[in-house]
């Protein structure tokens, strides 16, 4: 039980660091796009 806990917590936390940097990609496509329109 403990084993598959441990699994599951691992998982979980490559999950939480992938989705940490899909939204820092997303809030670096939105400076960039914020960007643009200021400019033109």
């Known amino acids: 039980m403990n084993h598959?806990?441990?699994h599951a917590f691992v998982i979980n936390e490559?999950?939480?660091r992938l989705l940490g940097k899909a939204i820092a990609f997303a809030n670096i496509i939105k400076?960039?796009?914020k960007r643009k329109?200021?400019?033109g």
């Open 31 to 33: 400076i960039e796009e």
């Open 4 to 6: 598959i806990l441990h």
């Open 14 to 16: 490559k999950m939480i």
């Open 37 to 39: 329109c200021s400019i």
